[in-house]
Antibody
């Protein structure tokens, strides 16, 4: 079964750091781009950043709101993607989803979503 | 940065048709994807590449992208369709962009 499971969400003070993990099963990490997407309370979906597939160099891009504070990486051997969040602000409070992007078949649509993990900055 | 617009809310009676629209600059040149998001659940892809349905999505869901507007159409609306719906595109300069979402209320 294709699945993505996030972990690591927590209540954390402003200015601190937190790392979220996304454990992948049913497909090979590196074969797809992986995005992190968040939803703040009462707000819509916001793309945070992604790591490209190995075929596209495994490079990363970030939304302006998190650039310089957040970083995405992955461990192919463990099939885990990470979202490192530094200098956290109250505006970063949200449910964070890790999501698979399918560029080959679906034109970059997000086809597999985790259940999300809550990060509260307070 | 690229911006998508959506009406905040749409309502439809059971059995009726709901049209949820998405606007943006030169949107006809972009691939539009649509997601259904119910409270407490992960979002679900319902339309990709403007018009295509992933496996498992009912035929009642369809999409179009013409005349300067992308539209998600839900035919024969059911109570279980009540959710927030988001359009999404990839833009070369803004990366992934979501619309603000439309809340579908089934009357």
């Amino acid at each position: 079964e294709v699945q993505m499971v996030e972990s690591g969400g927590d209540l954390i003070q402003p200015g601190r750091s937190l790392r979220l993990s996304c454990t992948i099963s049913g497909f090979k990490f590196g074969d797809y781009a992986i995005s992190w997407i968040r939803q703040a309370p009462g707000r819509g979906l916001e793309w945070v950043g992604f790591i490209r597939s190995k075929a596209y160099g495994g490079t990363t891009e970030y939304a302006a709101s998190v650039k310089g504070r957040f970083s995405i990486s992955g461990d192919e051997s463990r099939s885990v993607a990470y979202l490192q969040m530094d200098s956290l602000k109250s505006d970063d409070t949200a449910v964070y989803y890790c999501v698979r992007e399918d560029w080959e078949q679906l034109g970059g649509a997000f086809d597999i979503w985790g259940q999300g993990t809550m990060v509260t900055v307070s | 940065s690229y911006v998508l617009t959506q009406s905040p809310s749409v309502s439809a009676a059971p059995g009726a048709t709901a049209n949820i629209t998405c606007g943006g600059h030169n949107i006809g040149s972009k691939n539009i994807h649509w997601y259904q998001h119910k409270p407490g659940q992960a979002p679900v892809l319902v339309i990709y590449y403007d018009t295509d349905r992933p496996s498992g999505i009912p035929e009642r869901f369809s999409g179009s992208n013409s005349g300067g507007t992308a539209t998600l159409t839900i035919n024969r609306v059911e109570a279980g369709d009540e959710a927030d719906y988001y359009c999404q595109v990839w833009d070369l300069y803004s990366d992934h962009v979501f619309g603000p979402g439309t809340k579908l209320t089934v009357l």
